[in-house]
């Protein structure tokens, strides 16, 4: 016998978002003498605090004024505040399992939004 679990809601969250998440949970469990922090939390909060660059508030500004443009879907857009990509290179890696290649003018226009956070 199989069970199925029900996707009920999906969102998409920059790392910036998930820091600050993540902070209030470490607080709440620092709080509790009694309660440890699990091993998957503990390197989930390592790794936020190695990679979020942006102030949550900035990361989601980022995202949509890269919604904005043409070429650029939803998950695209997080990831790219995610990884803050600075040269054409990088960001063709982000683009790299799409269907379509972008030309140099819609990679230069996506590096000047990010060039306008990082």
Same mark, same amino acid.
């Given at each position: 016998?199989?069970?199925?679990?029900?996707?009920?809601?999906?969102?998409?969250?920059?790392?910036?978002? /998930?820091?600050? =998440?993540? +902070? %209030? /949970?470490?607080? +709440?469990?620092?709080?509790?003498?009694?309660?440890?922090?699990?091993?998957?939390?503990?390197?989930?909060?390592?790794?936020?605090?190695?990679?979020?660059?942006?102030?949550?508030?900035?990361?989601?500004?980022?995202? +949509?004024?890269?919604?904005?443009?043409?070429?650029? %879907?939803?998950?695209?857009?997080?990831?790219?505040?995610?990884? =803050?990509?600075?040269?054409?290179?990088?960001?063709?890696? /982000?683009?790299?399992? +799409?269907? !379509?290649? =972008? %030309?140099? %003018?819609? =990679?230069?226009?996506?590096?000047?939004?990010?060039?306008? !956070?990082?």
């Amino acid at each position: 016998m199989t069970i199925f679990k029900e996707k009920v809601h999906e969102e998409y969250l920059t790392t910036s978002e /998930v820091k600050e =998440l993540l +902070e %209030d /949970v470490e607080a +709440e469990r620092a709080a509790d003498e009694e309660r440890e922090l699990r091993y998957e939390l503990a390197r989930a909060i390592e790794h936020v605090n190695r990679f979020a660059f942006l102030d949550p508030e900035e990361s989601v500004e980022l995202v +949509e004024d890269l919604l904005e443009l043409e070429k650029v %879907d939803e998950v695209t857009a997080f990831k790219i505040a995610d990884l =803050l990509p600075q040269s054409r290179d990088e960001l063709r890696a /982000v683009y790299a399992q +799409e269907r !379509y290649a =972008l %030309d140099g %003018d819609e =990679l230069d226009e996506i590096l000047n939004v990010v060039a306008k !956070y990082a």
